[in-house]
C-alpha cells in the first residue's frame, strides 16, 4: 500500500500542474530564488537557547521562515518527493561544514534522526531518511565518501512535540532513542574500519547525525546520546573525538545567539 501511495506520489507530480514549494511561481518545483534561499548561503554553526546537555555541534543550511519552511512542509508533509535532491543538497553542505577536512578518513557515516512509525505510515514516506540519502549522493558526487546508516528507533512513544517548551521536549524525549537490533554491532564495525592507525581509537567523529529541523535541539540531544553509548562513549578510552551533527533548518534565533 505504500509503495503505490508513493507511486501516485511520483506519478502526480508529472501529471499535475507545477508551482514552486516556497513561493507558488508556477511551472517549476524550486524556483531559482526559493533554491538560493534553501542553499546559496553557507552553512552556519547553530545554537538554540537554552542549549540541552549533549548536544552536539549543529550546522544549518537556512533559517526555518518563509520559503524554506513551506518548502520542507511540502516534502515532509504533502509528499512532495522531488524537492528531496534540493533539500539532500542543502543538507550535504552542512555534513561537509561539520566534518572538516576529511584527510585519509573512511566514509562519513550519516545517521538519521527516526521518525515515529505511525507517522511514516501515515506520510507515505520518511522524509528524513530521504533527505540522508539524497546527501549522501550529493557528497559522493563531489569525492566525498559518505553513506546512510538509520541505527535509530523509537523505544517508546513520546508525546506530539508542537507546543512543548524547551525542557518539556528534554523531558519527553529522555531515553526515547535506542539502536536498532543489530544497529550497535554494525555502528561498531564501521567506526573499528576507521580506526586512527597505529592508535586503535574508535573514530566517532565520522558520525554525522541529520534532521530536518533544529528547534529546541533535544531531538538531536538523545540521538547522540544514544549513538554515544554504543559506540562506548563514557565506558572506555578508545573513543576518539564526539559526532556532530547537519539539519537543513534551523530556528531564526539559534542563527542569530551563534552570531552574538
Same mark, same amino acid.
Given at each position: 500500500?505504500?509503495?503505490?501511495?508513493?507511486?501516485?506520489?511520483?506519478?502526480?507530480?508529472?501529471?499535475?500542474?507545477?508551482?514552486?514549494?516556497?513561493?507558488?511561481?508556477?511551472?517549476?518545483?524550486?524556483?531559482?530564488?526559493?533554491?538560493?534561499?534553501?542553499?546559496?548561503?553557507?552553512?552556519?554553526?547553530?545554537?538554540?537557547?537554552? #542549549?540541552?546537555?549533549?548536544?552536539?555541534?549543529?550546522? !544549518? @543550511? +537556512?533559517?526555518?521562515?518563509?520559503?524554506? /519552511? &513551506?518548502? *520542507?512542509? $511540502?516534502?515532509?508533509?504533502?509528499?512532495?518527493?522531488?524537492?528531496?535532491?534540493?533539500?539532500?543538497?542543502?543538507?550535504?553542505?552542512?555534513?561537509?561544514?561539520?566534518?572538516?577536512?576529511?584527510?585519509?578518513?573512511?566514509?562519513?557515516?550519516?545517521?538519521?534522526?527516526?521518525?515515529?512509525?505511525?507517522?511514516?505510515?501515515? #506520510?507515505?514516506?520518511?522524509?528524513?531518511?530521504?533527505? !540522508? @540519502? +539524497?546527501?549522501?549522493?550529493?557528497?559522493? /558526487? &563531489?569525492? *566525498?565518501? $559518505?553513506?546512510?546508516?538509520?541505527?535509530?528507533?523509537?523505544?517508546?512513544?513520546?508525546?506530539?512535540?508542537?507546543?512543548?517548551?524547551?525542557?518539556?521536549?528534554?523531558?519527553?524525549?529522555?531515553?526515547?532513542?535506542?539502536?536498532?537490533?543489530?544497529?550497535?554491532?554494525?555502528?561498531?564495525?564501521?567506526?573499528?574500519?576507521?580506526?586512527?592507525?597505529?592508535?586503535?581509537?574508535?573514530?566517532?567523529?565520522?558520525?554525522?547525525?541529520?534532521?530536518?529541523?533544529?528547534?529546541?535541539?533535544?531531538?538531536?540531544?538523545?540521538?547522540?546520546?544514544?549513538?554515544?553509548?554504543?559506540?562506548?562513549?563514557?565506558?572506555?578510552?578508545?573513543?576518539?573525538?564526539?559526532?556532530?551533527?547537519?539539519?537543513?533548518?534551523?530556528?531564526?534565533?539559534?542563527?542569530?545567539?551563534?552570531?552574538?
Amino acid at each position: 500500500m505504500r509503495n503505490a501511495w508513493r507511486a501516485w506520489q511520483e506519478l502526480s507530480g508529472l501529471l499535475l500542474p507545477v508551482a514552486c514549494a516556497g513561493c507558488g511561481r508556477p511551472r517549476t518545483e524550486l524556483c531559482t530564488a526559493c533554491g538560493a534561499a534553501l542553499h546559496g548561503a553557507p552553512a552556519r554553526l547553530v545554537r538554540p537557547s537554552p #542549549r540541552p546537555p549533549g548536544l552536539p555541534a549543529v550546522y !544549518a @543550511a +537556512a533559517p526555518y521562515e518563509n520559503a524554506v /519552511r &513551506a518548502v *520542507l512542509l $511540502a516534502h515532509k508533509e504533502r509528499g512532495a518527493l522531488g524537492l528531496a535532491g534540493a533539500l539532500g543538497r542543502a543538507l550535504a553542505g552542512c555534513v561537509r561544514a561539520g566534518a572538516g577536512r576529511p584527510g585519509d578518513a573512511g566514509p562519513l557515516l550519516l545517521v538519521p534522526v527516526p521518525s515515529a512509525r505511525s507517522s511514516t505510515a501515515a #506520510r507515505g514516506h520518511d522524509p528524513v531518511r530521504r533527505i !540522508a @540519502a +539524497a546527501a549522501a549522493r550529493d557528497l559522493r /558526487r &563531489a569525492g *566525498l565518501p $559518505a553513506q546512510v546508516l538509520p541505527l535509530l528507533r523509537q523505544r517508546r512513544v513520546v508525546a506530539d512535540q508542537s507546543g512543548l517548551g524547551a525542557r518539556q521536549r528534554r523531558a519527553n524525549l529522555a531515553g526515547a532513542l535506542e539502536l536498532t537490533a543489530g544497529g550497535g554491532r554494525l555502528l561498531r564495525q564501521e567506526l573499528l574500519r576507521q580506526e586512527l592507525p597505529g592508535h586503535g581509537l574508535l573514530r566517532l567523529d565520522r558520525v554525522i547525525l541529520v534532521d530536518d529541523l533544529l528547534t529546541t535541539g533535544s531531538t538531536l540531544a538523545e540521538a547522540a546520546r544514544a549513538v554515544g553509548e554504543a559506540g562506548g562513549v563514557g565506558r572506555e578510552s578508545s573513543v576518539h573525538g564526539v559526532c556532530r551533527a547537519a539539519v537543513v533548518a534551523a530556528s531564526p534565533t539559534a542563527f542569530e545567539i551563534n552570531r552574538n
